[in-house]
């Protein structure tokens, strides 16, 4: 699904310039469950951005369903990053005035998604997030497992091959984040590939690929 080689990231330029990752290179196949693991500050939301295609690597190669995307058009990008991935955020980011099925649905509008089809698609993925009756709360109406839950949903919208997520259960307590765990483990076991960044430990013993990243670089894999 995706190889980086050697993906460099320098923030900024002359005496500002920080160089955050220095030569990355792993693959995450179809169908995998990863974990990209390491303290703060080692270079995880750098590289998610980056395999999110938001953000570009200064150098090195990024292949992304058998294509290079590392060196796309701003606008190119932008089709394929709406067309083939899927984010979830630690922080949820889900709209707060809009009911849980509005936010679920807001990305369909993006893609085209025909009117008459978003609302049902939208009511499909809240049932299989577990939240079928919650679709008219909004997110304070909702924990935050629930919001989690919402943002999962949302991130299924466009039907991405690719599932990321950044630090997802980081505002959740232990039990609700084993329980976010679980449901991106029944969305591997149905085929999505997800890859998702943590420092905890204990999530990413979940996955089944772990890539541990420190001071920008590749420490070691597990499998
Ligand atoms: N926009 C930016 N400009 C300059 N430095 C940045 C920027 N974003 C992140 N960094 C630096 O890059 C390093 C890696 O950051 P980040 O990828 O956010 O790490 P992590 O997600 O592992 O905590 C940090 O030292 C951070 O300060
Ligand atoms: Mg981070």
Redesign the pocket.
């Known amino acids: 699904m995706i190889k980086l080689q050697d993906i460099t990231k320098v923030?900024?330029t002359g005496d500002a310039a920080?160089q955050?990752l220095h030569g990355l290179s792993f693959s995450v196949a179809d169908g995998e469950y990863a974990a990209i693991m390491?303290p703060?500050?080692?270079?995880?939301?750098?590289?998610l951005n980056i395999l999110g295609l938001m953000d570009q690597p200064t150098g090195g190669e990024y292949l992304l369903a058998g294509h290079r995307v590392d060196d796309l058009s701003d606008t190119l990008r932008t089709g394929v990053r709406r067309d083939t991935l899927g984010f979830v955020f630690q922080s949820f980011n889900l709209l707060p005035r809009m009911t849980a099925l509005a936010n679920v649905c807001l990305p369909m509008g993006y893609a085209g998604v025909p009117n008459e089809e978003r609302i049902a698609r939208g009511k499909r993925l809240l049932a299989k997030v577990g939240l079928k009756d919650r679709g008219h709360h909004t997110p304070l109406q909702l924990s935050g497992g629930e919001r989690q839950r919402i943002g999962i949903a949302r991130a299924l919208a466009n039907e991405p091959k690719l599932l990321l997520a950044d630090e997802p259960t980081g505002n959740l307590d232990s039990k609700t984040a084993v329980e976010i765990m679980e449901l991106f483990k029944e969305l591997n076991d149905e085929g999505m590939t997800v890859i998702l960044?943590t420092h905890d430990r204990a999530v990413a013993d979940r996955a089944d690929h772990v890539i541990h990243i420190k001071d920008g670089l590749v420490l070691k894999e597990e499998r």
């Open positions: 923030y900024g920080f955050a390491g703060s500050g080692c270079g995880k939301s750098t590289l960044v």
